[in-house]
């Protein structure tokens, strides 16, 4: 074969696509194996079997090479440099993407009643060595811990009232001062929830949060925060003249 490039390496890295695939796959081969083993190997890689495989070489710029088109050859004896790509090519009839669409993988199911009485699971193992939920005590001390701090969230949220001049002090942020539009649960998290509109564009959303509105505002100006976040005072309005045109 002329133009045979032998490379004293003994593996090479190289990135491996498919005809059926979208994603690309990095291997280290060894330059020593023939081009039917190497496609035994990238059977379990594109999912194509073996004897419908046709191989391309690209360099590292993406640029052809040429085919790898005989099996008894060593991959070694083809310029297969680091970084370079060998694309499988699919002659089976297989569709494009046929292989990554789990929607078509047959999934194991098994009742309730059948996964409490094995002995080997993950929930049998949680229950011999009384662990996470199955720790009443862990457990009863955990909600207990939620109580108690859902029951200061509350007492918090109770002495903020809608209308009030307040700043925002949130953890890793710069302080922001605004107005308070919204005080209570929400439908988006478990909780209280303060609802501010900020005096310049340092929210999020216009007072609605996943189609539904608790407060209006214009938009960018709207945010919910923890009631431990917000003091309530008679905070003058600030003005960065963010929404001065330029």
């Not at 959303?205 to 976040?229: I, R, W």
Request: net charge negative; hydrophobic share 30%.
């Amino acid at each position: 074969m002329s133009g045979v490039t032998v490379s004293s390496a003994p593996t090479v890295n190289v990135r491996i696509s498919s005809s059926l695939n979208s994603f690309t796959a990095d291997k280290r081969l060894n330059r020593g194996i023939t081009l039917a083993e190497l496609k035994c190997k990238l059977e379990l890689v594109v999912g194509t079997p073996a004897s419908c495989m046709d191989l391309q070489l690209y360099n590292m710029e993406n640029t052809f090479l040429l085919n790898l088109d005989r099996d008894d050859s060593l991959l070694g004896s083809y310029p297969v440099d680091d970084g370079c790509r060998i694309h499988v090519i699919d002659k089976s009839g297989a569709r494009i993407g046929e292989y990554e669409d789990l929607s078509r993988v047959e999934k194991y199911e098994i009742s309730q009643e059948s996964y409490e009485k094995r002995p080997d699971s993950v929930r049998s193992f949680l229950k011999r060595n009384k662990l996470g939920k199955f720790n009443e005590g862990e457990a009863a001390e955990k909600e207990t811990e939620h109580e108690r701090k859902m029951e200061e969230e509350k007492a918090a949220a109770e002495s903020i009232l809608p209308g009030s001049r307040c700043e925002v002090q949130a953890a890793g942020q710069p302080s922001k001062r605004g107005t308070v539009m919204y005080v209570g649960l929400t439908d988006f998290k478990v909780g209280y929830w303060v609802g501010v509109k900020y005096d310049e564009p340092f929210g999020k959303h216009d007072g609605s949060v996943n189609g539904k509105q608790y407060f209006t505002c214009l938009p960018k100006y709207g945010a919910f925060v923890k009631p431990q976040s917000v003091t309530v005072g008679d905070y003058p309005e600030e003005d960065f003249g963010l929404d001065d045109e330029m």
